[in-house]
C-alpha cells in the first residue's frame, strides 16, 4: 500500500573539519591571449564597482555556521554536479576557491592581490547598513581586515553604500545616511589604501527607482552636508543615477554614473537562447547622451557602468521566474568591445559593475565555468591586465585550510574530493538497492546503506514506537489515528550525550522524514557557535542555535544534504528542534507528520554491499548491491541512507532514497 502522504528526506550534516598541513599549488590552464586579436588599452581610470563581502560557507579558518547567500534557495548545494569537487550552488560559474568564507584573512589578502595585479585603479566594497535602523554598516569587522590587507599591498578601497536596496528602512532617511556614512569616513578615510579621488574619499551609492522619489533633492543635499559635517571633510561622491537637470545641478554632487550597458545588449527571454537581442545602436545613443551631460555640466565627473555578462535565470535566484535577462560574455568580447565604445565618449572613469557576484553571473575574480577562454581560471584576470596595458601574474593561493577541501585535490592535489553517488537502484523483490559511486581521486572502498540512525525514533507505527539513543520527545503527541508524530508546534528532540561522545567520526548527520502536502517551510535548529550574527564586542563566544535551513513544501518529493559545522557533541544535553513555518498566503499551515528522525555518526548500523560490476579492484567507479530491508513498509514508507568511500577515507555526502518512490527503475540522486 502506497503512502497517502508525500514524504520528503532531510539529511543535515554538522561537519568539523580537520587540519591538514599546506601543499604545493597545482598547475592550470592557460589561455591563449591572442585568440582575442587586437586588445585595447584603456587609460581611463578603471574602478571594481561590487567586492561582495556577504559569503559565508562552513569552510576555512573559523568558518561561520552553514551558507549565506551561496545557496540562494538551492537546497542541493551539497551534492556534486560534475565534477565531483562542484557543488551545487545554482548558478553559472564557480569561484576558482570554491564556496568561500568572506571573512577569511587568507581569502581576503589573495582576493586583493589579484585585483591589484590587474592593474585596475581600485575597488568598491559593498557595505549594508543594519536592518533595523540603519545607523551604522553591517558587517565592518570584514571591512576592516579588507583596510588592513590593503594597508600592506598598497591597494585602493573606496566605499559602496547598497543603501538602494534598503526601501522603506530607516537607513534611507536622509539623516541617518548623513550621520552613517560621516562616522565611518571620519573612521576610515585616513587609511593610506582608502580610495581619494580629487584628494576626497570616494563613496558611491546607487540612487535610482524609488529610492530617488523617496528622497528628494532638498534631502540628498542635505544628507551630504551632514555627511561631511560629521565627517570633518569634503568627500567625493558618486551617484548611479539617470541623466536628470535636476539632479546634475547639485553642486555638492562630483561625479555621476548615468548607464550600463546592459540596458541595450541584453533583454527579457522566455528560457535561454542562443542569440539574446543585442542593440548597439541603443548602446551608442546612450552613450551620446552621457556625453551631452557631461558637456553640459563640465564640473561634473561622467562615469559608465560596463558589464562583462550577466544573468538572472530563475537557477541564480531559486525562485520560479519564467522570464529573465541574460547577457553572454562571449569569452570576453563584450567587456572588450563595450570599453571600447565607452573610451570614445572619453568618461572620467569606467565601473566595473562587480569582482564575486556570483549570483548575477558578473563576476571577473579568478573562476571556473564562467564562459573564461581555454578553462583558464584566471581569464578575467588577465583580459582585465591585458585592457590595462598590464601582464596579469597570478598570487600564492591561501593556505588550503582556508578554502573548502573538496576543492584541495584542484588546487593542492591533496584528495579530500568526496566520491559521487552517481545512480541508485531499487529492486523490490529482493529487496536491496544497487548504487554507483565515482571518484576522480582514488579508488572506491565501500558503498553502504543506513535503515537507521546511530540514535532514532520510529514512531511509523503507532503501536511499537522504537527509540535509541534518544531521551525525550517533546511534546510528543501522535496524531489520532495516524502513525506520525505531529508538528503543529515546535518538537524538542533530546539526544543521549554519551552516545554522542562515543562516536568515532568527527561527522553528525541529521535525518527527517516526513510527510506533508502543506506549504511551508521546515526549519532544523541545533546548538551551535553562531558567527552567523554579528555579536557585540565581548560576545565572540556565545554559543546559541542555528538553523539548518527552511525547506519549501511545493508539493514535490525532495531530498536535501546539507552539511553545518556545529557543536552538538559537545554539549551536555544536546537537543534539536524541529519547526514549521508558514507562507504569506497561508501563515498558518497545517501539521506536518514526521515518521522517522535519525541522527547519524559512525553509520553503525549500515549494511555493507557487494561488488557487482567487473571492473579493476582499484577502479574509481563501481557498482554495489546492498540487501536492505524492504523499502515498501505500512503504514509508511521510509527512506533509505546510501554513502560511498574512497581509498583515503573521504565520504560522500549521503544521498537518502525516498521509499515513496521506489521503484525499480534508474534514479539519479
Known sequence: ??????????????????????????????????????????????????????????????????????????????????????????????????????????????QLQCMQNTGVDGTFVQMFPEWTQGKYFDRTFVWDVIMDEADKLGYKIGMHDEVQFRIGQPAQKWDVMGDRIGRFIKQYAHRSSFLKIDNKPAVAFQFWNH????????????????AEKTAGMEIYWILHAAPNDALYALEQVDSFITMANTNALNHRVEGYTPTPKEDWPMMTDQLNKAKAFAKKYPSKDIGLWVYGGFEESPKAFGDNRSSFRWMPRKKGQTLIKCLEEYEKVKPAFHMLTSWNDWQENTAIEPGWQSDVLDGD??????????????????????????????????LYGVDKTPPMITHVRYMPMAPAIVATAADTGNAIQSIKVAEHGDLYVDASDYNKPRYHGV??????????????????????????????RASQSQKVYIALEFADTTNGSISIYYPCQNKLINYKKGDENRFDVCSSFGLSNSGKQMSVVRPMLGFLKAQKSPTLTIMLKGTRKNPKPSPITIS????????????????????????????????????????TEKSAYIIATDSEGNESMPVPFDGSSSHPFMNRP
Open 1 to 110: 500500500m502506497s503512502n497517502p502522504f508525500l514524504k520528503l528526506s532531510i539529511v543535515v550534516c554538522l561537519l568539523i573539519c580537520s587540519n591538514i598541513t599546506h601543499a604545493a599549488p597545482h598547475q592550470f590552464p592557460e589561455a591563449d591571449m591572442t585568440q582575442l586579436g587586437d586588445v585595447p588599452t584603456i587609460k581611463t581610470p578603471l574602478y571594481i564597482m561590487e567586492y561582495h563581502i556577504w559569503h559565508k560557507s562552513p569552510f576555512g579558518i573559523e568558518a561561520p555556521d552553514g551558507y549565506v547567500h551561496w545557496d540562494m534557495g538551492n537546497s542541493r548545494i551539497d551534492h556534486a554536479i560534475g565534477p565531483d569537487w562542484m557543488r551545487d550552488k545554482g548558478p553559472v560559474g564557480y569561484p576558482m576557491l570554491g564556496l568561500y568564507n568572506s571573512e577569511d584573512r587568507n581569502v581576503i589578502r589573495w
Open 211 to 226: 529610492f530617488n522619489k523617496t528622497m528628494p533633492n532638498t534631502d540628498l543635499v542635505k544628507m551630504i552636508e551632514l
Open 471 to 500: 531521551t525525550s520527545i517533546e511534546p510528543g503527541r501522535t496524531v489520532d489515528g495516524g502513525y506520525q508524530l505531529a508538528v503543529n508546534q515546535p518538537i524538542t528532540v533530546g539526544l543521549s550525550p554519551k552516545m554522542l
Open 377 to 410: 581560471p584566471y581569464f578575467y584576470c588577465k583580459l582585465l591586465a591585458k585592457l590595462k596595458g598590464k601582464t596579469f601574474t597570478a598570487p600564492p593561493l591561501p593556505v588550503k585550510e582556508s578554502v573548502d577541501p573538496w576543492m584541495w585535490q584542484t
Open 596 to 635: 522517522r528522525i535519525h541522527v547519524f555518526t559512525d553509520f553503525e548500523k549500515a549494511k555493507t554491499g557487494r561488488r557487482l560490476d567487473a571492473g579493476k579492484a582499484d577502479s574509481q567507479v563501481q557498482t554495489h548491491m546492498v540487501y536492505i530491508d524492504s523499502l515498501k513498509t505500512t503504514p
